[in-house]
């Protein structure tokens, strides 16, 4: 059974990092996406980044150039680097993942694993 878990959320003041990791267990897939994902009280769940099997990337557009996603194979890990964070970065964090190829990685709605989530708070 796969199983993901969130860690390394936290509360941090507008400007600060966090770093967010997901440990994947159980998992012997060769063609995947790994998806960090948010979700604010009262908004949509939103895809914030993704990574695939041969290490492609893509970012939401309110994080490009301040979150970095990654993953360690080898330690069954995926990574979520967050910089100068914004009160509008609060949500709760979700890890994901779907077996699929890179065109299934974007839309949340093709995920059908997740984790329990971690809670980012951001204060100004």
């Known amino acids: 059974q796969v199983r993901l878990a969130e860690s390394g959320g936290g509360s941090v003041q507008t400007g600060e990092s966090l770093r967010l990791s997901c440990r994947v267990s159980?998992?012997?897939?060769?063609?995947?996406?790994m998806g960090w994902f948010r979700q604010a009280p009262g908004k949509e769940r939103e895809a914030v980044a993704v990574?695939?099997?041969?290490?492609?990337?893509n970012y939401g557009d309110s994080v490009q150039d301040r979150f970095t996603i990654s993953q360690d194979n080898s330690k069954g890990m995926v990574y979520l680097q967050m910089s100068n964070l914004k009160p509008e970065d609060t949500a709760m964090y979700y890890c994901?993942?779907?077996?699929?190829?890179?065109?299934?990685?974007?839309?949340?709605?093709?995920?059908?694993?997740w984790g329990q989530g971690t809670q980012v708070t951001v204060s100004s």
């Open positions: 994901s993942a779907v077996v699929g190829h890179w065109q299934q990685c974007w839309p949340a709605s093709n995920y059908n694993l």
């Open positions: 159980g998992a012997t897939w060769t063609t995947y996406c």
């Open positions: 990574i695939d099997n041969l290490q492609t990337t």
